[in-house]
């Protein structure tokens, strides 16, 4: 699967100690096994020339007080809260001053961020994902790059779940809907 450097991100979802190291409070060994195909296609897109761009998830403490239905900590406790040792990107992670961060609040790093500001003033139009969650937030932000019209395209052996049959329903779902699926390896830069 071919891909223009100056048209193409890599876009790591969440890759974060609470996601991704054993003292986590969501750690997932499959987030964590990931680390290294993530750290392999990001290096790969840099000694091309693309963009890389990382997502953090973050939570200010009172962030879901006194909504209607979307409460993310019902749903999985209390994470990454803002300024947390947690909410920080892993430690094997390669990030440079040119690497784009997004800070997100939701599934979706499109979401009331500059996500799409960024891609759009780089002339970014195709995107590899990778990270985690597979069915979480990497399919939320693949799905919402495909109705944006950008191409997003995930990384499957580059991806962190909880069960393995999670990652299977991201992949399958993503390459009918709205986007595409490759591995690390089949992926070129031209």
């Not at 969440?14 to 290294?36: I, K, R």
């Not at 001053?97 to 979706?108: I, L, P, S």
Request: net charge negative.
């Amino acid at each position: 699967m071919s891909f223009d450097p100056d048209s193409t991100a890599v876009v790591v979802v969440d890759v974060q100690n609470g996601f991704c190291h054993p003292e986590g409070s969501l750690y997932a060994p499959a987030s964590e096994a990931a680390l290294g195909d993530v750290t392999e296609v990001v290096a790969a897109a840099r000694d091309a020339g693309a963009s890389v761009v990382y997502t953090r998830d973050v939570h200010p403490p009172e962030q879901f007080e006194g909504n209607h239905y979307y409460d993310e900590f019902e749903r999985w406790g209390e994470h990454v809260l803002e300024g947390s040792w947690e909410a920080e990107l892993h430690d094997d992670l390669d990030v440079r001053e040119a690497d784009h961060v997004v800070e997100k609040h939701t599934y979706d790093a499109f979401y009331r961020t500059d996500l799409e500001g960024y891609l759009d003033a780089h002339k970014i139009d195709d995107l590899l994902l990778c990270g985690t969650l597979a069915n979480v937030c990497v399919l939320h932000t693949a799905g919402s790059a495909g109705l944006r019209d950008y191409r997003p395209v995930l990384v499957e052996d580059a991806l962190g779940y909880i069960e393995e049959d999670h990652k299977e329903y991201a992949v399958e779902h993503s390459d009918f809907l709205f986007g595409e699926v490759t591995t690390k390896d089949e992926i070129e830069f031209e």
